[in-house]
């Protein structure tokens, strides 16, 4: 037989079967290495004013004997057109208990005269020397309320449409009609409503129609997070890992991909019973000319001792560096409240808002209400709102104040 013959003959089934064994093996080697690449893949992170990457740093996070039972997540809404955090929520997911808590602090909290309009959601713009914005933004909730924060997310406008565009909108119980701009034909009737990128930015970013105007909002922000969740829980976690593979360029984050894929699965064990918003105790005050949000310490303490450390110690009112506006007319929102840039708001609401206090929940803790609602009766879970006469009407902006653009019936960015 020659060579020629000999090279032609049928190759042997031990022979196919080795170099079909040696090929997937090749071909598993390869997904593997893909599948770490992309869970180590970093979204954008947060750089310092010389263009270094800025982790969070270690006397912010939880402290050790408490890692693995608990994770606190700072996420932030930001405006694009001036990097203004309209959206701050603290979430906090017991692990053990499998539950989670959110606390949400108002955009217009007052934190003292070392940011010029002497609001919150600037604090992101003005961050200390050799800090990025982000840490600049930790360093501030930590001295103020003394929580720690492991990870951040933030998320811009346009990232916020095209994540919820991607995850095919989502359902929500509108509790009222939602005049965004009239003129435009932006509006979303009450009801039940299917709602895509756009109109859930109507609906998270509206303010004038509601009674208590910024706090009206978080409730409805609140209403929209539930859906949320429940939406994020629908869809499972194999189509939510490549809508964040999709998308994760519209957000900054300190996590890897695989890091938060590790939380996901741990946010899908929590009951969404057991899921519990609330918003920092406080009421209105004037300072600087502006409408700001003082934030009430005895309240706030009691609240973030009962739901925000489980396991580490309490810390009193007087621990926690909550910086005292020089006066207060106790109407936080009565006519709309500050716009983005610190000046009036065009559009006033159409009636009185009043105080936010907080009352301690009791053994069966209710779940947020609907944004519409204006209680006479405390609340049992979240902070209660009691009506109250506006005693000061909107006055000069402060120069020094961030400026930003609004839509053209006044509402503020979320």
Same mark, same amino acid.
């Given at each position: 037989m020659s060579s020629e013959d000999k090279i032609k003959l049928p190759m042997s089934k031990k022979k196919k079967v080795i170099i079909i064994s040696i090929g997937m093996v090749v071909l598993m080697c390869a997904f593997c290495l893909s599948a770490v690449g992309i869970l180590n893949l970093r979204p954008r992170q947060e750089m310092n004013d010389k263009g270094e990457i800025a982790p969070i740093e270690s006397t912010f996070k939880t402290p050790d004997e408490y890692q693995g039972k608990i994770i606190n997540l700072l996420v932030a809404g930001r405006d694009n057109s001036v &990097?203004?955090?309209?959206?701050l929520m603290y979430i906090s997911v017991d692990l053990e208990k499998n539950s989670a808590n959110v606390f949400r602090i108002p955009r217009d909290t007052f934190v003292g005269d070392d940011i010029p309009s002497g609001k919150m959601n600037a604090v992101y713009n003005y961050p200390p020397d050799g800090m990025s914005n982000i840490n600049g933004l930790i #360093? #501030?909730?930590?001295?103020?309320?003394?929580l720690p924060v492991d990870h951040y997310v933030t998320i811009t406008l346009e990232g916020f449409r095209n994540v919820i565009d991607s995850m095919g909108g989502i359902d929500i119980e509108v509790p009222q009609t939602i005049y965004y701009d009239e003129m435009k034909g932006q509006i979303i009737p009450? &009801?039940?409503?299917?709602?895509? &990128?756009? #109109?859930?930015?109507?609906f998270v970013r509206y303010r004038a129609g509601y009674a208590n105007a910024d706090l009206g909002r978080i409730d409805a922000q609140n209403l929209f997070m539930q859906a949320l969740m429940k939406k994020c829980k629908d869809m499972g976690k194999i189509q939510l890992a490549a809508l964040l593979a999709d998308d994760y360029e519209y957000i900054t984050t300190d996590m890897t991909i695989g890091e938060i894929i590790s939380i996901a699965n741990a946010a899908f064990g929590v009951d969404l019973t057991k899921v519990q918003m609330m918003t920092a105790p406080g009421n209105g005050a004037s300072h600087n000319g502006l409408s700001i949000f003082q934030i009430d310490a005895d309240a706030t303490a009691e609240m973030l001792n009962e739901y925000f450390r489980p396991y580490s110690a309490k810390v009193e009112a007087d621990a926690l560096d909550i910086p005292v506006a020089y006066s207060s007319y106790g109407g936080y929102g009565d006519y709309g409240d500050d716009g983005d840039d610190g000046t009036p708001d065009d559009t006033p609401s159409r009636s009185s808002g009043g105080q936010q206090g907080y009352t301690p929940a009791p053994e069966e803790p209710s779940r947020t209400q609907p944004p519409a609602q204006t209680p006479s009766e405390p609340e049992e879970t979240t902070p209660s709102q009691a009506p109250s006469e506006p005693s000061q009407a909107p006055s000069e902006p402060d120069a020094s104040a961030v400026t930003s653009e609004e839509p053209a019936n006044g509402e503020a960015a979320a």
């Amino acid at each position: 037989m020659s060579s020629e013959d000999k090279i032609k003959l049928p190759m042997s089934k031990k022979k196919k079967v080795i170099i079909i064994s040696i090929g997937m093996v090749v071909l598993m080697c390869a997904f593997c290495l893909s599948a770490v690449g992309i869970l180590n893949l970093r979204p954008r992170q947060e750089m310092n004013d010389k263009g270094e990457i800025a982790p969070i740093e270690s006397t912010f996070k939880t402290p050790d004997e408490y890692q693995g039972k608990i994770i606190n997540l700072l996420v932030a809404g930001r405006d694009n057109s001036v &990097g203004l955090t309209d959206v701050l929520m603290y979430i906090s997911v017991d692990l053990e208990k499998n539950s989670a808590n959110v606390f949400r602090i108002p955009r217009d909290t007052f934190v003292g005269d070392d940011i010029p309009s002497g609001k919150m959601n600037a604090v992101y713009n003005y961050p200390p020397d050799g800090m990025s914005n982000i840490n600049g933004l930790i #360093k #501030k909730i930590n001295e103020m309320f003394a929580l720690p924060v492991d990870h951040y997310v933030t998320i811009t406008l346009e990232g916020f449409r095209n994540v919820i565009d991607s995850m095919g909108g989502i359902d929500i119980e509108v509790p009222q009609t939602i005049y965004y701009d009239e003129m435009k034909g932006q509006i979303i009737p009450e &009801g039940p409503q299917h709602l895509d &990128g756009e #109109k859930a930015e109507w609906f998270v970013r509206y303010r004038a129609g509601y009674a208590n105007a910024d706090l009206g909002r978080i409730d409805a922000q609140n209403l929209f997070m539930q859906a949320l969740m429940k939406k994020c829980k629908d869809m499972g976690k194999i189509q939510l890992a490549a809508l964040l593979a999709d998308d994760y360029e519209y957000i900054t984050t300190d996590m890897t991909i695989g890091e938060i894929i590790s939380i996901a699965n741990a946010a899908f064990g929590v009951d969404l019973t057991k899921v519990q918003m609330m918003t920092a105790p406080g009421n209105g005050a004037s300072h600087n000319g502006l409408s700001i949000f003082q934030i009430d310490a005895d309240a706030t303490a009691e609240m973030l001792n009962e739901y925000f450390r489980p396991y580490s110690a309490k810390v009193e009112a007087d621990a926690l560096d909550i910086p005292v506006a020089y006066s207060s007319y106790g109407g936080y929102g009565d006519y709309g409240d500050d716009g983005d840039d610190g000046t009036p708001d065009d559009t006033p609401s159409r009636s009185s808002g009043g105080q936010q206090g907080y009352t301690p929940a009791p053994e069966e803790p209710s779940r947020t209400q609907p944004p519409a609602q204006t209680p006479s009766e405390p609340e049992e879970t979240t902070p209660s709102q009691a009506p109250s006469e506006p005693s000061q009407a909107p006055s000069e902006p402060d120069a020094s104040a961030v400026t930003s653009e609004e839509p053209a019936n006044g509402e503020a960015a979320a």
